[in-house]
């Protein structure tokens, strides 16, 4: 069984950097895909951006596209999301995620899912 444990949540101001980090435990991701998503108050928990585990290839939600970015450590088992020139509008509640699957951003997607960090961003 999978674990997930995310880090890195706060609070910051508008144009300012955050960096999260998501430990993963217990079994071997070769193959797998790992993504980040983001649940604001009140709205679906949105894809942000992915990384395959073997090969390091990603992709990113139009919205953060150029601002935000994904990153692996496959000797500590820990994915990384960048988070730069942040706006109000990215605070959520953001959730690492693993996938076995080849494809696929819907939430159905993924197979375990990390408990959650608050990021929050002030104008």
């Known amino acids: 069984q999978v674990q997930l444990v995310e880090s890195g949540g706060g609070l910051v101001q508008a144009g300012d950097s955050l960096r999260l980090s998501c430990a993963a435990s217990g079994r071997t991701f070769s193959g797998y895909r790992m993504a980040w998503f983001r649940q604001a108050p009140g709205k679906e928990r949105d894809f942000v951006a992915e990384?395959?585990?073997?090969?390091?290839?990603?992709s990113y939600a139009d919205s953060v596209k150029g601002r935000f970015s994904i990153s692996r450590d496959n000797a500590r088992n820990t994915v990384a999301l960048q988070m730069n020139s942040l706006k109000p509008e990215d605070t959520a509640v953001y959730y690492c995620?693993?996938?076995?699957?080849?494809?696929?951003?819907?939430?159905?997607?993924?197979?375990?899912w990390g408990q959650g960090t608050q990021v929050t961003v002030s104008s």
């Open positions: 990384i395959r585990w073997s090969g390091g290839s990603t």
């Open positions: 995620a693993i996938s076995s699957r080849v494809f696929g951003r819907a939430v159905s997607a993924f197979d375990a």
